[in-house]
């Protein structure tokens, strides 16, 4: 393996922070909205977002993401003065905290905002898709997680095609990472996602977790989002706040497949799950 890829598997750079990944490690998630689809305005007061935050730390969570917009199916758009008021009094709470802080955003001004206030990772689900996104986040000092995105949350759900979603996906997220990369960014910065639920069916997610294999091959470390998520009430029936053990289920099933970071609602119980998939391996 050439040295480079074999750095990259290892360790991620986040802003201050240097993200072991010889183990799989767990990204809670933090809604300032008012309308996420699974805990949709449970935080959007600072104090308790900043306390939730504080609790997952204490279960044992390795990165918080966080985010103000609401990028579910059919979502309304904030704009980026409004994205920015609710980011920025977390991340000056959160400016000392023991883990790094990923904002979840897709737009340039937000990212640059976010990362002179201490953000150390940028989660962008359109991908860092326009070139302005791009040269907001290539010189600064934060991991980037390239996440795949058909179409617009709005209308993402409305029948999405693929001939090909494996390859089609695996394609896109090659693209941005030669995109980035050709702007200087380091390999040892860079995660990419399969984006599921996101311009995606139930057979389009289902096929993806079934080759991860694929975004795998891309190099990068795979981070995946399936917690809670439509995919899981599908096969389970559950309700959303029901998801709890089809979503740990799917966060294994991922890591064994080879994904290295799980964005999670329930971070108690994935932490405790990995625990033993990782007693369960010798070494990486
Ligand atoms: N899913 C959501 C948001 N951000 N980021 C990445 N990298 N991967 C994902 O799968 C992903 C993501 C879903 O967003 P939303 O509907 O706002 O709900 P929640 O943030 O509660 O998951």
Redesign the pocket.
């Given at each position: 393996m050439p040295p480079e890829r074999a750095e990259q598997l290892s360790s991620l750079h986040c802003g201050r922070f240097r993200l072991d990944l010889t183990r799989p490690r767990v990204m809670g998630?933090v809604?300032l909205?008012p309308d996420?689809?699974?805990?949709g305005g449970r935080f959007e007061r600072l104090d308790l977002a900043v306390n939730r935050a504080r609790q997952m730390i204490e279960e044992g969570v390795d990165l918080i993401?966080v985010?103000a917009e609401?990028?579910?199916p059919g979502?309304v758009e904030v704009s980026a003065e409004e994205e920015a008021a609710r980011l920025l009094p977390f991340l000056a709470a959160m400016r000392d905290a023991s883990v790094p802080i990923s904002v979840?955003t897709r737009k340039p001004t937000v990212m640059r905002l976010v990362i002179d206030a201490g953000a150390s990772m940028i989660?962008d689900?359109g991908g860092f898709a326009s070139a302005e996104a791009r040269h907001a986040v290539a010189d600064v000092d934060c991991a980037l997680?390239i996440?795949h995105m058909r179409g617009e949350p709005g209308t993402m759900q409305h029948d999405p095609h693929y001939d090909d979603v494996v390859g089609e996906v695996t394609m896109l997220l090659e693209a941005r990472v030669a995109a980035l990369r050709g702007l200087g960014v380091a390999n040892d910065r860079l995660l990419v996602?399969p984006?599921?639920?996101?311009g995606k069916a139930f057979e389009h997610n289902l096929a993806l977790l079934r080759d991860l294999a694929a975004i795998v091959s891309i190099g990068p470390p795979v981070?995946?989002?399936l917690?809670r998520k439509e995919m899981i009430g599908t096969i389970t029936g559950r309700s959303i706040e029901d998801r709890t053990a089809g979503s740990v289920a799917a966060a294994v099933v991922a890591v064994e497949r080879g994904a290295r970071v799980v964005?999670v609602?329930d971070v108690a119980a994935t932490v405790d799950a990995l625990h033993v998939w990782s007693a369960t391996r010798r070494t990486l």
């Open positions: 998630i809604n909205t996420s689809f699974s805990d993401d985010g609401s990028t579910r979502a979840d989660n689900v997680c996440m996602d984006g599921f639920g996101f981070l995946v989002g917690s964005r609602h």
